[in-house]
């Protein structure tokens, strides 16, 4: 039977944390609060050592129901109460490779490594919603293992769970992990226009096609034009999938 204790890699057990790592994490959850309240993703950050939630965010989207405190107290038992059974068995996969990749990454590099996934959520109404996830470390102990992690969740553009991909800060490669073969494999991270950026951060903002036309002063036709290329490039369907794919995939920066 699963339990809590399933989700810490025994590879990244946070026994003793010195004073020196006691000094990283000045008044930190202040900054992650502010970043909270700017952000439609709700946010929360893990604390390995403790083997529970140190902060939730009071978006919505990850809280199925409860309020943020709530979920904070349940910890994992959350991921337990309202991942469905095979995610859930899916979510233990990714933190046993998510491990394995990261014991190889040199030590003074590891906080530039984010792991992306989907998975389902069940909400008390019944209803499932496939969610997106970025984890990326804080804070590491003197040793480089995981301290804290904040996780970033947004709506998924995908179609199913999986999709398991680590990405570098400022690199142009990602790691994709194959589940059926089990392996890593690296791909080239789509590139957007300038054109194509400009358009997607004005949708963002909630823009309709005449207004995005009449701020970057060309016809509708032409934005239009530029929207298709991007649904294609993407290989999604409408613009809230192209938000959502462009967010989670970091394409935007």
Same mark, same amino acid.
């Given at each position: 039977?699963?339990?809590?204790?399933?989700?810490?890699?025994?590879?990244?057990?946070?026994?003793?944390?010195?004073?020196?790592?006691?000094?990283?994490?000045?008044?930190?959850?202040?900054?992650?609060?502010?970043?909270?309240?700017?952000?439609?993703?709700?946010?929360?950050?893990?604390?390995?050592?403790?083997?529970?939630?140190?902060?939730?965010?009071?978006?919505?989207?990850?809280?199925?129901?409860?309020?943020?405190?709530?979920?904070?107290?349940?910890?994992?038992?959350?991921?337990?109460?309202?991942?469905?059974?095979?995610?859930?068995?899916?979510?233990? /996969?990714?933190? %046993? $490779?998510?491990? @394995? &990749?990261?014991? =190889?990454? #040199?030590?003074?590099?590891? /906080?530039?490594? %984010? $792991?992306?996934? @989907? &998975?389902?959520? =069940?909400? #008390?109404?019944?209803?499932?919603?496939?969610?997106?996830?970025?984890?990326?470390?804080?804070?590491?102990?003197?040793?480089?293992?995981?301290?804290?992690?904040?996780?970033?969740?947004?709506?998924?553009?995908?179609?199913?769970?999986?999709?398991?991909?680590?990405?570098?800060?400022?690199?142009?490669?990602?790691?994709?992990?194959?589940?059926?073969?089990?392996?890593?494999?690296?791909?080239?991270?789509?590139?957007?226009?300038?054109?194509?950026?400009?358009?997607?951060?004005?949708?963002?903002?909630?823009?309709?096609?005449?207004?995005?036309?009449?701020?970057?002063?060309?016809?509708?036709?032409?934005?239009?034009?530029?929207?298709?290329?991007?649904?294609?490039?993407?290989?999604?369907?409408?613009?809230?999938?192209?938000?959502?794919?462009?967010?989670?995939?970091?394409?935007?920066?």
């Amino acid at each position: 039977m699963l339990s809590k204790s399933d989700f810490f890699s025994s590879r990244n057990t946070v026994i003793d944390i010195t004073e020196n790592d006691k000094y990283q994490p000045t008044n930190y959850l202040e900054a992650v609060k502010a970043f909270a309240r700017t952000t439609y993703q709700s946010i929360y950050v893990i604390d390995y050592e403790k083997k529970g939630f140190e902060y939730v965010s009071e978006n919505p989207l990850f809280l199925c129901g409860h309020t943020a405190e709530e979920v904070r107290q349940l910890g994992y038992a959350f991921y337990f109460k309202y991942v469905t059974k095979d995610d859930l068995d899916l979510l233990l /996969k990714i933190n %046993t $490779i998510g491990f @394995d &990749f990261f014991e =190889k990454i #040199p030590l003074e590099q590891r /906080k530039c490594y %984010t $792991i992306v996934y @989907d &998975f389902h959520l =069940k909400n #008390p109404d019944g209803k499932v919603i496939l969610i997106n996830q970025r984890l990326t470390p804080v804070y590491l102990t003197q040793t480089g293992k995981i301290w804290k992690a904040i996780c970033i969740v947004s709506l998924s553009s995908e179609k199913s769970s999986g999709n398991i991909k680590i990405v570098k800060n400022g690199d142009n490669m990602i790691f994709e992990y194959n589940l059926e073969r089990g392996f890593w494999k690296t791909v080239e991270k789509i590139k957007l226009t300038s054109r194509e950026k400009e358009i997607l951060q004005y949708s963002i903002r909630g823009y309709t096609i005449g207004e995005i036309a009449e701020t970057i002063f060309v016809s509708p036709d032409t934005v239009k034009f530029h929207r298709r290329k991007l649904f294609s490039k993407l290989e999604v369907t409408n613009i809230s999938e192209a938000i959502a794919y462009a967010t989670n995939n970091g394409l935007l920066v």
